[in-house]
């Protein structure tokens, strides 16, 4: 009896996808629920596991192939019985064994990056929580002959040759998308940015003040993500045309704010979307973006979480940008861009102070925004976060 390996069906907002790999090969066992092929695709790396247990017959898409949604991948033959008496068996003390339960966990980033250093699960030593197996730890598996310090005797170094390499390797389809979207943003839309200032002091004070209460209330971080989403989706139901969006002749206007939260991950810029973010606490923001951030690394994020959205905020702060203008993320209208946290020098009471200062910057469509609009929706997000109290009181 065989059974069919088929390509999940994926969403209308996602064309197509592109086998990545393959974790059995031809003749080998599998067992049902066992992850047997990823598929990579503009947003997400699906997990394909088996239908069910058997012998992997047959590979109809092999890595690197383009499939779409019910493509046949594989063919697994199903066997009566044991799968195959040689594979070892939990308990097995043979000197070849290899118990199932000791082989470290891996996501797909991961399994990415074991195929390009050509090293097996077994040989790297994981570090992350229960026994998972990070990024860092194929780097650091991919050069066992560095010293603990990194550091290199001056007769090794005049060893090493002078080499003039270049290595080329294929974009993901996640870079590509990225780039068709940022291309598509930059030639479709009147794209102006204006920017402003915040005096992080009172956010700062308020933070330190009740970071440790809140964090053994909500069991979750205070950052200052919150306080913007916060004042955002306050923000965005005053000014409902940047929450707008142009469909054709028709601009669309949402009752909901979806905001969407650009996260750096190893494979690239993703932005999960934390849905009616207008009626989110504080404490369901920040689980929120960190449980987002935490299955980002791991590759792990839904296509569902990544599609959809009617605004975007960006950090480029955590990486220490001073100032930028951010790329809208079409069909959006409007993308909130926040930087890193720098003293400064400002005037105060005719006075001259040194204050935590934050750059921000609003870039928005001009043909469904006016610069009226955005810059009080800018200031209004300025307001909010330099007197936390009226995010309170939503005044």
Same mark, same amino acid.
Request: glycine share 8%; with cysteine; charged share 25%.
């Given at each position: 009896?065989?059974?069919?390996?088929?390509?999940?069906?994926?969403?209308?907002?996602?064309?197509?996808?592109?086998?990545?790999?393959?974790?059995?090969?031809?003749?080998?066992?599998?067992?049902?629920?066992?992850?047997?092929?990823?598929?990579?695709?503009?947003?997400?790396?699906?997990?394909?596991?088996?239908?069910?247990?058997?012998?992997?017959?047959?590979?109809?898409?092999?890595?690197?192939?383009?499939?779409?949604?019910?493509?046949?991948?594989?063919?697994?033959?199903?066997?009566?019985?044991?799968?195959?008496?040689?594979?070892?068996?939990?308990?097995?003390?043979?000197?070849?064994?290899?118990?199932?339960?000791?082989?470290?966990?891996?996501?797909?980033?991961?399994?990415?990056?074991?195929?390009?250093?050509?090293?097996?699960?077994?040989?790297?030593?994981?570090?992350?929580?229960?026994?998972?197996?990070?990024?860092?730890?194929?780097?650091? &598996? *991919?050069?066992? !002959? @560095?010293?603990?310090?990194?550091?290199?005797?001056?007769?090794?170094?005049? +060893?090493?040759? %002078?080499? $003039?390499?270049?290595?080329?390797?294929?974009?993901?389809?996640?870079?590509?998308?990225?780039?068709?979207?940022?291309?598509?943003?930059?030639?479709?839309?009147?794209?102006?940015?204006?920017?402003?200032?915040?005096?992080?002091?009172?956010?700062?004070?308020?933070?330190?003040?009740?970071?440790?209460?809140?964090?053994?209330?909500?069991?979750?971080?205070?950052?200052?993500?919150?306080?913007?989403?916060?004042?955002?989706?306050?923000?965005?139901?005053?000014?409902?045309?940047?929450? &707008? *969006?142009?469909? !054709? @002749?028709?601009?669309?206007?949402?009752?909901?704010?979806?905001?969407?939260? +650009?996260?750096? %991950?190893? $494979?690239?810029?993703?932005?999960?979307?934390?849905?009616?973010?207008?009626?989110?606490?504080?404490?369901?923001?920040?689980?929120?973006?960190?449980?987002?951030?935490?299955?980002?690394?791991?590759?792990?994020?839904?296509?569902?979480?990544?599609?959809?959205?009617?605004?975007?905020?960006?950090?480029?702060?955590?990486?220490?940008?001073?100032?930028?203008?951010?790329?809208?993320?079409?069909?959006?209208?409007?993308?909130?861009?926040?930087?890193?946290?720098?003293?400064?020098?400002?005037?105060?009471?005719?006075?001259?102070?040194?204050?935590?200062?934050?750059?921000?910057?609003?870039?928005?469509?001009?043909?469904?925004?006016?610069?009226?609009?955005?810059?009080?929706?800018?200031?209004?997000?300025?307001?909010?976060?330099?007197?936390?109290?009226?995010?309170?009181?939503?005044?």
């Amino acid at each position: 009896m065989t059974t069919k390996i088929k390509t999940p069906t994926l969403p209308e907002s996602v064309a197509d996808g592109l086998v990545a790999t393959w974790h059995k090969k031809t003749g080998d066992p599998v067992e049902r629920d066992e992850p047997l092929v990823d598929i990579e695709t503009d947003k997400v790396v699906l997990e394909v596991p088996a239908p069910a247990s058997g012998v992997l017959a047959k590979i109809e898409a092999p890595e690197g192939a383009t499939v779409n949604s019910e493509d046949l991948l594989g063919i697994i033959e199903e066997q009566q019985g044991n799968i195959d008496q040689t594979v070892p068996q939990r308990g097995d003390t043979g000197a070849n064994s290899v118990v199932n339960d000791r082989v470290p966990k891996t996501g797909p980033s991961v399994r990415k990056a074991l195929r390009e250093k050509g090293l097996k699960p077994e040989q790297v030593t994981p570090s992350g929580r229960h026994g998972r197996i990070l990024r860092e730890d194929v780097e650091a &598996a *991919s050069h066992p !002959g @560095d010293s603990p310090a990194g550091i290199e005797t001056s007769e090794a170094s005049q +060893a090493l040759p %002078s080499t $003039r390499e270049e290595k080329r390797v294929p974009m993901t389809r996640l870079r590509q998308r990225i780039a068709e979207r940022l291309l598509e943003a930059t030639q479709t839309t009147a794209m102006l940015t204006t920017f402003n200032e915040i005096n992080m002091q009172p956010l700062m004070a308020l933070r330190s003040r009740y970071r440790d209460l809140f964090e053994k209330t909500h069991h979750a971080r205070l950052g200052f993500m919150s306080m913007f989403v916060k004042a955002a989706g306050i923000a965005l139901q005053r000014f409902p045309e940047v929450n &707008a *969006s142009i469909d !054709g @002749d028709d601009i669309v206007y949402h009752s909901y704010c979806d905001i969407g939260i +650009a996260i750096a %991950s190893p $494979r690239g810029l993703v932005v999960p979307i934390l849905r009616d973010a207008q009626n989110m606490s504080m404490a369901a923001i920040e689980a929120g973006i960190a449980n987002f951030a935490a299955r980002a690394r791991e590759g792990k994020l839904e296509i569902d979480e990544l599609t959809g959205g009617t605004f975007t905020i960006t950090n480029g702060g955590v990486f220490g940008s001073l100032f930028s203008t951010p790329i809208l993320n079409p069909p959006q209208s409007a993308i909130l861009g926040m930087h890193t946290i720098q003293k400064r020098v400002v005037v105060e009471n005719d006075e001259m102070v040194i204050r935590p200062m934050m750059y921000v910057a609003l870039s928005y469509d001009h043909r469904i925004i006016d610069g009226q609009s955005a810059v009080l929706f800018l200031r209004t997000i300025k307001e909010l976060v330099e007197e936390p109290a009226r995010v309170l009181l939503e005044v």
